[in-house]
């Protein structure tokens, strides 16, 4: 069964580092979705991207974060400079018709 | 503004048992989705089940079902016969067709399964 994949599952970076976050959402599935959750907490909307460009972005969707199609199939999130408050777990989705469908996350954390 | 609402923090249910998870929801939209995902300690999201605002069943997938009451605004999910792996943090999500595609998640219930 098809599925979300992201990497990597785990990623450790210093105050004021970039980092990629890496997605590769269901092939067939032309909506893509980054959420956060900072530990213990629920599930937060961060940006939608549909047709090679953002659809919609939440308050937290600052000027640090930004969202890119490289090429067919991966879908990446970047972070330019980091700070604390970063750490958290951020899961990418894809739709289809109805449902999202989410990958299994990359834990973040930012020293 | 949209909101879900998950009442219960933290609940038990003993192995076998049913055990029903509450959602309320706010909105004033007529078109709009209603989602359960459930996360196991492991931290992966997992889609359970999904209603739609216009849907006249309730939805059911296996031993999930969704008791929807549209006229309350509640989208409880009941899990019958629970299984030791069923324990995990439970999230309800609503889709709002006047607020784009994107999710809008309950606080969360913690499910603990008792053998």
């Known amino acids: 069964e098809p599925e979300v994949t992201q990497t990597p599952s785990h990623q450790v970076t210093q105050m004021g580092q970039e980092v990629i976050l890496r997605c590769v959402p269901i092939?067939?599935?032309?909506?893509f979705y980054w959420y956060r959750q900072i530990l213990g907490q629920k599930v937060e909307f961060l940006v939608s991207?549909?047709?090679?460009?953002?659809?919609?972005k939440s308050e937290i969707f600052d000027d640090q974060f930004s969202v890119e199609r490289p090429d067919g199939s991966n879908f990446t999130l970047k972070i330019r400079s980091t700070k604390l408050e970063d750490s958290a777990m951020y899961f990418c989705?894809?739709?289809?018709?109805?449902?999202?469908?989410f990958g299994p996350g990359t834990r973040l954390t930012v020293l | 503004a949209q909101k879900i609402t998950q009442t219960q923090p933290g609940m038990f249910v003993q192995e076998k048992e049913a055990v029903t998870l509450d959602c309320t929801y706010d909105?004033?939209?007529?078109?709009?989705?209603l989602f359960w995902y459930k996360q196991p300690s492991s931290g992966e999201m997992i889609f359970l089940i999904y209603?739609?605002?216009?849907?006249?069943q309730n939805a059911t997938e296996g031993r999930y079902s969704l008791n929807f009451q549209k006229a309350r605004k509640s989208a409880n999910l009941v899990i019958s016969a629970s299984q030791l792996g069923d324990s995990a943090m439970y999230f309800c999500?609503?889709?709002?067709?006047?607020?784009?595609?994107?999710?809008?998640f309950g606080g969360g219930t913690r499910v603990l399964v008792k053998p």
């Open positions: 989705a894809s739709k289809s018709e109805y449902e999202q469908f």
């Open positions: 092939s067939n599935h032309l909506y």
């Open positions: 991207f549909y047709n090679n460009e953002i659809s919609e």
């Open positions: 909105t004033s939209d007529q078109s709009y989705g």
């Open positions: 209603q739609g605002s216009y849907d006249e």
């Open positions: 999500a609503g889709r709002w067709e006047a607020a784009g595609n994107k999710l809008t």
